[in-house]
Nanobody, 115 residues
C-alpha cells in the first residue's frame, strides 16, 4: 500500500519559517520524482516545487528564493523549507510522487500564515 504522509502544518506569522516533510512508503522512493503542490481556497492547485530523482529542482515563480525542496532517499522523505512566509502562502500543501504515468498524492496539510 502506497502512503505519502505530510507533516503537520500550522499557523505561522508573516516572515516566519516552517519546514514540511513528506514520508513515503510502498514505493521505491529513489526513482520517483517528488513535488509539493498547494491549493488555496477558491484557487486551482499549483506547483510549489519539485525535485527529480536525480536531484534537479524546479520552483513556482511565487516561491523562488524563499522555499527550498530537498530529499533524503535513505529516509524516503522529501522536505519543503519555507522561509519569509507571506499571507498569500496560506494553503493546503500536498505531497506528490510520480514516475512515468504513475502518481500518488498525500492528503495534504494546512499552512496558515497570519498574525
Amino acid at each position: 500500500q502506497v502512503q505519502l504522509v505530510e507533516s503537520r502544518g500550522g499557523l505561522v506569522q508573516p516572515g516566519g519559517s516552517l519546514r514540511l516533510s513528506c514520508t513515503t512508503s510502498g514505493i521505491i522512493f529513489s526513482i520517483y520524482h517528488m513535488g509539493w503542490y498547494r491549493q488555496a481556497p477558491g484557487k486551482q492547485r499549483e506547483l510549489v516545487a519539485s525535485i527529480r530523482s536525480g536531484g534537479i529542482t524546479n520552483y513556482g515563480n511565487s516561491v523562488k528564493g524563499r522555499f527550498t525542496i530537498s530529499r533524503d532517499n535513505a529516509k524516503n522523505t522529501v522536505y519543503l523549507q519555507m522561509n519569509s512566509l507571506k499571507a498569500e502562502d496560506t494553503a493546503d500543501y500536498f505531497c506528490n510522487a510520480y514516475v512515468g504515468t504513475v502518481q500518488y498524492w498525500g492528503k495534504g496539510t494546512l499552512v496558515t500564515v497570519s498574525s
